[in-house]
């Protein structure tokens, strides 16, 4: 069986997701425009989050959030350093989430 044409394609074990599948392609820069002041946001697991690293940066835990009325998904690949018991997980980059932005992780 062959995949649909523009959708992911799985080769000895890897998946790959060409980014024109995508759709429209964004960087999480497009927050920036937003005239809000930032701040930086932490994503907490607690007991469920596993940071074990894999290749290319992949971990078995991973967080998006969904700015409200935009196609845009944002990963937080930021693994917070040295958290607290019950506070691991990710976070944005420094000063990057516009204060007031509605969403869903």
Same mark, same amino acid.
């Given at each position: 069986m062959?995949?649909?044409?523009?959708?992911g394609a799985v080769s000895g074990g890897t998946t790959t997701f060409p980014l024109d599948a995508l759709g429209q392609w964004r960087n999480c820069d497009a927050l920036y425009n937003d005239p809000n002041p930032k701040t930086t946001v932490l994503g907490y697991f607690g007991d469920k989050f596993n940071g074990q690293t894999g290749s290319a940066g992949q971990t078995p835990s991973m967080l998006f959030f969904k =700015?409200? #009325?935009?196609?845009?998904?944002? *990963?937080?690949?930021?693994?917070?350093?040295?958290?607290?018991?019950? =506070?691991? #997980?990710?976070?944005?980059?420094? *000063?990057?989430?516009?204060?007031?932005?509605?969403?869903?992780f």
């Open positions: 062959e995949p649909a044409p523009g959708w =700015k409200a #009325g935009t196609n845009t998904l944002i *990963n937080y690949s930021v693994m917070i350093l040295n958290p607290a018991p019950g =506070k691991e #997980g990710f976070l944005s980059y420094q *000063n990057s989430m516009p204060i007031g932005t509605s969403g869903t």
